[in-house]
């Protein structure tokens, strides 16, 4: 049973940065991508960023380009997001994914999610 485990959210000022990590569990032979999702209050779950698991083809949403940056290890499992500049709309719970697949089957596992906060 592959868990997600994510770590690093907190409370920052506008500006500053935060670097969110998630750790999965057991190994992960077929990966199709990793994921990071946020939803603040009154929103839908909104996806952030995404990397494939093999070619490094990265997706931002529009409105974090050239703040966020996603990255992978492989080796450790793990995902994680830098949160550079970050402003008050960032607020939100963060929850990290991932996307595993073999020939016959196929499984998104999340995170239980970890709060950021941005505030002034």
């Known amino acids: 049973q592959v868990q997600l485990v994510e770590s690093g959210g907190g409370t920052e000022q506008p500006g500053e940065s935060l670097r969110l990590s998630c750790v999965a569990s057991g190994r992960l032979f077929s990966v199709y991508a990793w994921n990071w999702y946020r939803q603040a209050p009154g929103n839908e779950r909104e996806l952030v960023a995404t990397i494939d698991g093999r070619d490094d083809i990265i997706n931002y949403a529009d409105n974090v380009k050239g703040r966020f940056a996603i990255s992978r290890d492989n080796a450790k499992n793990s995902v994680y997001l830098q949160m550079n500049s970050l402003k008050p709309d960032d607020t939100a719970v963060y929850y990290c994914?991932?996307?595993?697949?073999?020939?016959?089957?196929?499984?998104?596992?999340w995170g239980q999610g970890t709060q950021v906060t941005v505030s002034s």
């Open positions: 994914s991932v996307e595993e697949y073999m020939d016959d089957t196929y499984e998104e596992y």
